[in-house]
């Protein structure tokens, strides 16, 4: 398993033990979705985007462009890449903790 699935796999099952759900995203017709939905119950709810141990996203990349677009318009997305990071963004939808937040792109 690559280190990028390895983290999708500790996201799917923190989200889960938190109460949570979460679906695998993708966009018709559209390019730089982020990986996943999660959410808790309404508005608790959040888009993630894994990304290998370490790695961020290229700034000049279609899914960085798209990411930036989502948040513009009031969506939360976080870019994540170890499993504190991801222990961190579940505490902070599951508390309805992330909205006005900058994140990181």
Known sequence: ????????????????????????????????????????????????????????LDPRSQQAHEIRSMHADGLPVFVVSSTHEIDEVIRLVKNNLHTGLDLRL
């Open 1 to 56: 398993m690559t280190p990028e699935g390895k983290l999708e796999t500790y996201l799917r099952r923190a989200v889960k033990q938190a109460g949570g759900q979460i679906r695998k995203t993708r966009l018709i017709g559209r390019r730089g979705c982020p990986d996943d939905f999660i959410w808790f119950t309404f508005p608790r709810v959040a888009f993630v985007e894994v990304k290998a141990d370490g790695k961020d």
